[in-house]
DNA sequence: CTAGGGTTAG
């Protein structure tokens, strides 16, 4: 009978699947049970080509069924090789699977494992960004004093880097005795993963004053997600071009993202366009790259071409371009509808990420109705899908659908942060105080979690919307986190409806240190002062705002009319119907005046006559585009315009009149949340 | 037999 040895040595040196499938027969035969051989073979499939024969071997080899009585003999020579199964280590591994890979490291307790078993574990354990399995397994290598070798310690701060933990990269790194350009480029990509992007491009810098370091393709396809200037970017695409790195196409893919982010959008376009064989990555980085300059229009056309001629999508691509449709200001339900027909017809519309992300979209494009029926034909739903379904009634006003949802789902999944999140905006923004706080406390008391600043953010909220300013304040005041920008924003925002010299004066001040360049905050805390007659107060906030260099950002409202979008800025006079748009706003505005509505001249300019004031009200950009939407479709018909900032206070009363006196539904989507206006009364209930 | 990489929904 032939040793493990010689069997192993037959099994490795079969050329095909086709001849290792009876000489693995035999050898199951002859010698049962025996998992190192076992384990040979099925690294063997891998290597030729067939991970999934491996799998299913492996995954013999990890449940067996009971062995008949003859067991594999203990004195063959080579019975602890780690060899055969660091190669199945590594196959099950590469075939993603990951949880299998450390299950059979956990059955392989009697065998020592060498240099070699580590690094594929530990990837595994990165994929999976399980830092306690990770951690656990630079244990046992440091016990086998096995975690000095190069090839792991790289491992374990690749690993670390994954699980987001860059603290523990940078401890491995540092105990190195030599780094080489990978060492070098995992530590740049662990503290790129864990959002220390400045850092990163510092540990770049470090690396290329280091001797006989010189940085790679994998080195600049790590650094580069880290560029924010534009002054980077054009260092880096020195480099790379000087390495003779900029005919490969993942560089150049990257390098679409990189110039994009930076705001070299043209740069961007001329690099994507120079790239021959342009692959899905490719376009896909190219929509992303409008999608984050707001360039809709372009991203659009991106999306056209690429169905023109005729290349086929994949989710990636698809998630890209919804993400644009919802988040831009130029895009509408129809667009939603066109974006939904494609998903279909590239049946990519039952993948679980397209489907929340088409939830998103109805719901970003004020279409609740399409969100909640995609949303209930779904077969499964993970959080992001729940949440999404939630906050998209929040911002809707539906405040108890959301709760209900968050019931529905609290009986099949577990909450994380960001469905609370959710909930509590949901209840913010329709008022519900009591379920708000439940929910609130419910958070650590039931799941463990410990709200962080956007939670507290939004009781905050909740409070001041009610008008409990002082239980708001208290509330901050025994924060056990320092709060942040967020929670004391909440605070502000709360006297916009409730006036309050001492508590706005109290936020504003710490706004004004965290956030000196926000716009918002000046003007919301000179617009208290202006409400309380504190005129000379709301001056100086003025003031002070000039002097620190801040503009105020323009307001503008669009709105689709006839498959077109129109754009209007206060007091715009450029659209083609102008003349008759102020005629109708005239006419419009004096119905509603006899019919109870006042002007809140609070939001308007200072210095000017109260009749000026007025004025000046009529022509805010949302007025204008309403009047406009009014004039250019039939009765009956909703309108739908969107504002980049938050709607005032004297277009939400006015708006509230007009679908009265009009019969028309008027759905307003400010920068915050959607108003449904219909019948004289807005979905906010007047909060927001 | 081993390490690092471009696009991914709340």
């Known amino acids: 009978m032939a040793t493990r040895g010689e069997w192993r040595v037959l099994l490795q040196s079969c050329g095909s699947v086709r001849?290792?499938?009876?000489?693995?027969?035999?050898?199951?035969?002859?010698?049962?049970?025996?998992?190192?051989?076992?384990a040979a073979a099925a690294s063997r499939y891998a290597a030729l080509g067939r991970p999934d024969l491996a799998l299913s071997l492996a995954t013999s080899l990890l449940y067996p069924t009971p062995p008949p009585s003859s067991s594999s003999s203990s004195s063959d020579d080579d019975h602890d090789d780690p060899f055969p199964w660091n190669l199945l280590l590594r196959a099950l591994s590469d075939a993603g699977e990951h949880r299998r890979a450390l299950s059979l490291y956990r059955l392989m307790p009697h065998l020592l494992p060498d240099r070699f078993t580590f690094p594929p574990l530990l990837k595994s354990c990165a994929r999976l960004r399980d830092v306690a399995e990770g951690a656990a397994l630079h244990r046992h290598a440091a016990a086998l004093g096995l975690h000095a070798d190069a090839f792991v310690a790289n491992s374990l701060v690749a690993m670390y880097g994954h699980c987001g933990d860059a603290g523990a990269a940078r401890e491995v790194f540092d105990g190195m005795r030599e780094r080489s350009v990978v060492s070098w480029t995992a530590m740049i990509g662990a503290l790129a993963q864990s959002g220390f992007r400045s850092e990163?491009?510092?540990?770049?810098?470090?690396?290329?004053?280091?001797?006989?370091?010189?940085?790679?393709?994998a080195t600049f396809l790590n650094a580069m997600p880290c560029v924010a200037s534009g002054e980077e970017a054009d260092e880096l695409y020195e480099l790379i071009v000087r390495q003779g790195l900029d005919s490969d196409l993942s560089i150049r893919n990257a390098m679409v993202g990189m110039l994009a982010r930076c705001g070299r959008t043209q740069f961007a376009r001329k690099v994507f366009d120079e790239i021959s064989e342009k692959d899905l990555v490719s376009w896909t980085s190219m929509i992303e790259a409008y999608r984050q300059a707001d360039m809709y229009a372009d991203a659009l056309n991106i999306f056209k071409k690429m169905k023109q001629l005729g290349?086929?999508?994949d989710a990636v691509l698809v998630l890209a371009i919804i993400r644009a449709c919802s988040n831009s200001m130029l895009a509408s339900i129809r667009h939603a509808k066109f974006i939904h027909g494609v998903v279909i017809r590239v049946s990519l519309h039952k993948d679980l990420m397209v489907e929340t992300g088409l939830v998103d979209l109805y719901v970003k494009r004020g279409s609740l109705v399409d969100?909640?029926?995609?949303?209930?034909?779904?077969?499964?739903?993970?959080?992001?899908?729940?949440?999404?379904?939630?906050?998209g009634y929040g911002m809707h006003g539906h405040g108890k659908d959301a709760l209900q949802l968050f019931e529905n789902m609290k009986a099949l999944l577990v909450p994380d942060h960001i469905v609370f999140v959710s909930v509590l905006s949901?209840?913010?923004?329709?008022?519900?105080?009591?379920?708000?706080?439940?929910?609130?406390?419910?958070m650590a008391s039931e799941f463990g979690l410990?709200?962080?600043?956007?939670?507290?953010?939004?009781?905050?909220?909740?409070?001041?919307?009610?008008?409990?300013?002082n239980e708001a304040r208290e509330f901050i005041e025994k924060m056990p986190i320092k709060p942040d920008?967020?929670?004391?924003?909440?605070?502000?925002?709360?006297?916009?409806?409730?006036?309050?010299?001492?508590?706005?004066?109290?936020?504003?001040?710490?706004?004004?240190?965290?956030?000196?360049?926000?716009?918002?905050?000046?003007?919301l805390l000179s617009n208290v002062y202006t409400s309380l007659g504190k005129i000379e107060e709301?001056?100086?906030?003025r003031a002070l705002m000039r002097s620190q260099g801040v503009k105020k950002t323009a307001g503008y409202t669009v709105i689709e009319v006839k498959n077109k979008v129109y754009k209007f800025l206060v007091g715009d006079e450029r659209n083609p119907q102008s003349d008759l748009i102020y005629r109708e706003l005239e006419r419009l505005m004096d119905r509603i005046r006899r019919m109870g509505y006042v002007p809140n001249t609070n939001f308007a300019l200072h210095d000017v006559e109260e009749e000026t004031k007025e004025k000046s009200l009529y022509v805010h950009s949302e007025k204008l585009a309403v009047v406009f939407g009014l004039i250019n479709s039939g009765p009956g018909c909703v309108i739908r315009i969107h504002k980049n900032l938050r709607v005032c206070g004297d277009c939400h009363s006015a708006t509230k009149f007009i679908s009265e006196v009009t019969g028309r539904d008027i759905v307003v989507r400010d920068s915050h949340r959607f108003h449904h206006f219909s019948g004289g009364v807005c979905s906010c209930g007047d909060y927001w």
């Open 19 to 38: 001849s290792l499938k009876p000489l693995h027969a035999a050898v199951l035969r002859r010698r049962p049970s025996d998992l190192p051989l076992s």
């Open 200 to 217: 990163a491009l510092g540990m770049f810098r470090k690396m290329l004053e280091e001797r006989g370091v010189r940085p790679n393709r």
């Open 311 to 313: 290349i086929p999508l």
């Open 371 to 391: 969100a909640r029926k995609i949303f209930d034909r779904m077969k499964e739903r993970n959080l992001v899908t729940w949440s999404t379904m939630i906050s």
């Open 426 to 442: 949901a209840c913010s923004h329709a008022g519900l105080v009591d379920e708000g706080k439940r929910c609130f406390n419910s």
């Open 450 to 469: 410990a709200p962080r600043t956007e939670h507290y953010a939004c009781m905050v909220d909740i409070l001041g919307r009610a008008g409990k300013l």
């Open 485 to 523: 920008s967020s929670v004391w924003g909440s605070l502000l925002g709360a006297c916009r409806m409730y006036p309050n010299a001492e508590i706005a004066e109290l936020a504003a001040n710490q706004l004004f240190k965290l956030d000196p360049q926000n716009s918002g905050r000046y003007v």
């Open 538 to 541: 709301a001056h100086r906030i």
